[in-house]
Nanobody, 126 residues
Framework: QVQLVESGGGSVQAGGSLSLSCTVSGDMRCSYDMSWYRHVQGKAREFVASISQAGATNYADSVKGRFTISQEQDDAKNTVYLRMDSLKSEDTGTYYC???????????????????WGQGTQVTVS
């Protein structure tokens, strides 16, 4: 069983900063990567940033240079952070943490990937 617990978020004025965190606990085998997505009512869920087990990062063009994703890992849990600077009104939305893992096959990690999601945390930029 895997559990994702998000924290952070809130309301901030444009130009301000916020930080989000997401702690994943439970079966940590075959973890693949961690990501942040955001959703605005009436629009599709949008990719924000991701970080692989090895620490490779990827960002949506709209947040490059403003957001930073990082993580802390141990055998029991993984915590991923999203530092958001120079926030804009268009960054408003519900932010969701996603964890992807490979399929466990004995001692191997194989395709396909599956995912788990956090409950979401609201970010409002005015």
């Amino acid at each position: 069983q895997v559990q994702l617990v998000e924290s952070g978020g809130g309301s901030v004025q444009a130009g301000g900063s916020l930080s989000l965190s997401c702690t994943v606990s439970g079966d940590m085998r075959c973890s693949y990567d961690m990501s942040w997505y955001r959703h605005v009512q009436g629009k599709a869920r949008e990719f924000v940033a991701s970080i692989s087990q090895a620490g490779a990062t990827n960002y949506a063009d709209s947040v490059k240079g403003r957001f930073t994703i990082s993580q802390e890992q141990d055998d029991a849990k993984n915590t991923v952070y999203l530092r958001m600077d120079s926030l804009k009104s268009e960054d408003t939305g519900t932010y969701y943490c996603q964890r992807r893992r490979s399929r466990i096959f004995g001692s191997l990690c194989i395709d396909p990937l599956s995912d788990n999601w956090g409950q979401g945390t609201q970010v409002t930029v005015s």
